[in-house]
């Protein structure tokens, strides 16, 4: 009769159906899957901590964790770094056309810059530099900037204000030029996100344009005035 405990093919179809007890385990083997599973749970335990928890448990852990303890701790060190590359922004900042390149054409690599050029004393402008406070908080990575239109391009027509410039790395992605780009004369916020999010400086949450453009307000409004297709048919019969 062949040996259940053998390791065959067919012992182990057995095993899987129940015909045959699980095969039994040396003692040694058993001890060697317990400290393989305490080690499973030690690494467990590493990858959900920070530094600072590292170093304060580190006197627990058994000596031969200690090369695990220090990956895990370079690993949430570069993690930590890496976060704080990316808020290193969080508010507006002001410039002049002196800042311009160290601040804008020289803002460094993968680093988004929204610049409003505005005139003190325009009420749209002041509007939108409180909405680009606001960003700046919400969207930390990316680099807003406000200039007064004059320190920063001599003779720029008030027309054209708010003007709003986006650039990635230098190079210009995006340009809103005047109030009609704004949709009048009292966007939100989020009108603001959307439309900084189509040229990339964010990444917004929101779905969908806040603000219907006018074609479509018009057009909806022109459907909800005509007749439905059963009150058609009621005046037909009348």
């Known amino acids: ?27 040694d083997d058993e001890e060697e899957e317990e400290l393989a599973l305490q080690q499973q749970r030690s690494v467990k335990s590493y990858e959900s901590m920070t530094p600072d928890e590292l170093d304060e448990n580190e006197d627990e852990f058994d000596e031969e964790d200690e090369a695990a303890i220090e ?9 930590w770094k890496a976060t704080e590359v990316k808020n290193v922004f969080g508010e507006l900042g002001e410039i ?8 804008v054409s020289q803002a460094g690599a993968g680093v988004w810059v929204v610049l409003h050029l505005y005139r003190q004393g325009i009420p749209l402008c002041t509007l939108i530099n409180q909405h680009l ?33 986006v650039y990635f790395e230098g190079t210009l ?32 949450d929101l779905e969908e344009n806040p603000r219907k453009p006018l074609h479509d307000i018009l057009m909806s409004s022109i459907r909800s005035s005509l007749p439905t297709r059963k009150d058609s048919d009621s005046d037909d019969e009348d």
């Open 1 to 27: 009769m062949q040996d259940p405990n053998e390791d065959t093919e067919w012992n182990d179809i057995l095993r899987k159906k129940g015909i045959l007890p699980p095969k039994e385990i040396p003692k």
């Open 71 to 79: 990956m895990y701790r370079q690993k949430r060190l570069a993690e």
């Open 133 to 165: 406070r606001t960003l700046a908080t919400k969207f930390p990575q990316t680099k807003f900037l406000k200039s007064i239109s004059s320190t920063c391009i001599p003779n720029y027509p008030d027309h054209n204000l708010p003007t709003i410039f």
């Open 173 to 204: 992605k995006g340009q809103y030029v005047g109030p009609l780009v704004f949709g009048g004369m009292n966007p939100k916020a989020e009108d603001l996100e959307w439309r900084l999010s189509r040229s990339g400086a964010v990444k917004t």
């Open 96 to 103: 002049s056309g002196q800042d311009y390149v160290k601040e």
